[in-house]
């Protein structure tokens, strides 16, 4: 588009972090301008107002007027949540407009129908910070990577958590100091349960999965656990054993087809380059047949890097809608399957355990060969001193073993008398 034509307009829906940083990112821009702004509370001070030197878009509570503009081309959906995301973005693509949006909820419950009723309706949707905040990984895999058939992504997707478990790490602080710490400083929402329990994790997995293998995924089936119980122990016995401990998001395409796709606390290796993704920072390691292994890092939040990849998806759609042809398919949902899931108790893994048991000899024979019954290796078996309460506690490496394989065995060794208490069970990614 010539910048001397006329802007094209945008429709904003929502002016909190991520939208007042899209208001200033797209200042100065020369072929888009935004027309209206849709927010909940008309009184709230808005900071960017005051920086704006041409005419202020138009401040509004009534957001249908904003789906439903004519001059509107591009609608910028960074309300969060479901309802009345959904409602609305639904109602802009009826009438026509183009879509980009920062929301993971929106496109990991809903992405299918959306991205059919776009192609209903010969528009687009682009979503690139709705993963990762600033890192541009959605466009990375559509454009840049898609000669690559992909075997595996493996990401840090929370910056929540990983602040956390990093702050555990340098401090030797507990869990709870270090998420009522990141509260006080804004990293952690005031109800941060999407973050801690792995949700906001699975839902970025979920995308990245589905645009990487090109199948539809439920996010249901991503198999999650968040941080709620690790330990500062866990962290330290990790970085004793050779390991960093991270909430990981990860998925890979096996032989048979079915995707293995789940969020889980893990132990990496410190040679593992997400290793290195300290505080509120995300990673993502993409493996792909032609490329090998590449790592993004980056601020996964933030109202100006999230702002910048908003951003970058309007100039995007300006770009095409510009050139009046039709949308790169590159840029567009093309599959329409659902994706085979592999259960996480069919998966192989090798696994940590912090086991509590009595204090007396034979203890870690009788788990040896308990474990042994079910076919689980120990790789190593330490016992780790005595605790004030006259119990032991002894830690072990498994090597590769199905999961269910070993939940079988951790049931039978909870119902012996020697063993008190499984205090931790963390999966150990090779
Ligand atoms: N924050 C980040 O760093 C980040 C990073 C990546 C992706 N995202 C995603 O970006 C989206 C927006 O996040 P955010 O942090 O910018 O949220 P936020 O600060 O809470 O802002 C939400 C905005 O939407 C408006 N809003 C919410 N519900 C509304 C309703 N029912 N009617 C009218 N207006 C409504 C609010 O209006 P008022 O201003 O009047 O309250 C506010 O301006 C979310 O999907 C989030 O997951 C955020």
């Given at each position: 588009?010539?910048?001397?034509?006329?802007?094209?307009?945008?429709?904003?829906l929502?002016?909190g972090?991520?939208?007042s940083?899209?208001?200033?990112?797209?200042?100065?821009?020369d072929?888009v301008?935004?027309?209206?702004?849709?927010?909940?509370d008309?009184n709230?001070?808005?900071d960017?107002?005051?920086n704006?030197n041409?005419?202020?878009?138009?401040?509004?509570?009534n957001?249908?007027?904003?789906?439903?503009?004519?001059e509107?081309?591009i609608?910028?959906?960074v309300?969060?949540?479901?309802n009345?995301?959904?409602?609305l973005?639904?109602?802009?693509?009826?009438?026509?407009?183009?879509?980009?949006?920062a929301?993971?909820?929106?496109?990991?419950?809903?992405g299918?129908?959306?991205?059919?009723?776009?192609?209903?309706?010969n528009v687009q949707?682009?979503?690139?910070?709705s993963?990762?905040?600033?890192?541009?990984?959605?466009?990375t895999?559509?454009?840049t990577l898609?000669a690559n058939?992909?075997?595996?992504i493996?990401?840090i997707?929370?910056?929540?958590?990983?602040?956390i478990?990093?702050?555990?790490l340098?401090?030797?602080?507990?869990?709870?100091?270090?998420?009522?710490?990141?509260?006080?400083?804004g990293?952690?929402?005031?109800?941060?349960?999407n973050?801690?329990?792995?949700?906001?994790?699975?839902?970025?997995i979920a995308?990245?999965a589905?645009?990487a293998?090109r199948?539809?995924?439920?996010?249901?089936?991503v198999?999650?656990?968040?941080?709620?119980k690790?330990t500062?122990?866990?962290?330290?016995l990790?970085e004793?054993?050779?390991y960093?401990?991270?909430?990981?998001?990860?998925?890979?395409?096996e032989?048979d087809?079915?995707?293995?796709?789940?969020?889980?606390?893990?132990f990496?290796?410190k040679?593992?380059?997400?290793?290195?993704?300290f505080?509120?920072?995300?990673g993502v390691?993409?493996?792909?047949d032609l490329v090998?292994?590449l790592?993004?890092?980056?601020?996964?939040?933030g109202?100006m890097p999230?702002?910048?990849?908003v951003?970058g998806?309007?100039?995007?759609?300006?770009?095409?809608?510009s050139?009046s042809?039709k949308?790169n398919?590159?840029f567009?949902?093309?599959?329409t399957?659902?994706?085979?899931i592999?259960?996480?108790s069919?998966?192989?893994?090798?696994y940590f355990l912090?086991?509590?048991t009595e204090?007396?000899?034979?203890?870690?024979g009788?788990?040896?060969?308990?474990?042994?019954?079910?076919d689980?290796?120990?790789?190593t078996?330490t016992?780790?001193?005595?605790?004030?309460?006259?119990t032991?506690?002894?830690?072990?490496?498994t090597?590769?073993?199905?999961e269910?394989?070993?939940?079988?065995?951790?049931?039978e060794?909870k119902?012996t008398?020697?063993v008190k208490?499984?205090?931790?069970?963390?999966?150990?990614?090779?």
């Amino acid at each position: 588009m010539n910048k001397n034509q006329n802007k094209l307009k945008i429709g904003l829906l929502g002016a909190g972090t991520v939208g007042s940083g899209v208001v200033k990112a797209l200042q100065n821009n020369d072929f888009v301008e935004i027309k209206k702004i849709g927010v909940k509370d008309l009184n709230k001070k808005r900071d960017f107002f005051t920086n704006l030197n041409s005419n202020n878009p138009a401040l509004t509570g009534n957001l249908s007027e904003i789906v439903s503009d004519p001059e509107i081309g591009i609608v910028v959906e960074v309300l969060g949540g479901l309802n009345p995301a959904k409602e609305l973005v639904t109602l802009a693509i009826k009438n026509k407009k183009h879509i980009v949006t920062a929301n993971k909820d929106l496109i990991a419950t809903y992405g299918p129908e959306l991205f059919d009723l776009a192609k209903e309706n010969n528009v687009q949707i682009q979503f690139e910070a709705s993963v990762c905040g600033g890192i541009p990984i959605i466009n990375t895999l559509k454009q840049t990577l898609s000669a690559n058939n992909f075997k595996k992504i493996t990401g840090i997707f929370n910056g929540t958590t990983n602040y956390i478990l990093t702050e555990m790490l340098n401090k030797n602080l507990s869990f709870e100091v270090c998420l009522k710490e990141a509260q006080e400083l804004g990293y952690a929402e005031p109800d941060p349960a999407n973050d801690i329990s792995g949700r906001d994790s699975a839902y970025k997995i979920a995308i990245l999965a589905s645009i990487a293998f090109r199948e539809r995924i439920k996010i249901d089936t991503v198999y999650t656990e968040g941080i709620q119980k690790i330990t500062l122990e866990d962290i330290l016995l990790a970085e004793e054993l050779g390991y960093r401990l991270k909430l990981i998001g990860l998925a890979k395409k096996e032989s048979d087809g079915k995707i293995d796709i789940r969020v889980h606390p893990a132990f990496i290796k410190k040679t593992n380059t997400l290793s290195s993704v300290f505080g509120a920072n995300n990673g993502v390691l993409v493996e792909g047949d032609l490329v090998g292994e590449l790592t993004l890092i980056g601020k996964g939040a933030g109202s100006m890097p999230t702002a910048s990849s908003v951003a970058g998806d309007i100039n995007l759609l300006v770009a095409q809608i510009s050139s009046s042809q039709k949308p790169n398919p590159q840029f567009v949902c093309q599959h329409t399957d659902f994706a085979k899931i592999r259960p996480v108790s069919e998966t192989t893994n090798c696994y940590f355990l912090r086991i509590r048991t009595e204090d007396k000899a034979g203890v870690v024979g009788q788990i040896g060969t308990m474990f042994g019954k079910h076919d689980v290796s120990i790789n190593t078996l330490t016992q780790r001193g005595t605790n004030q309460d006259n119990t032991a506690s002894i830690t072990l490496l498994t090597h590769l073993v199905k999961e269910e394989r070993l939940q079988r065995a951790l049931a039978e060794i909870k119902n012996t008398n020697v063993v008190k208490q499984v205090e931790n069970v963390i999966r150990v990614l090779d």
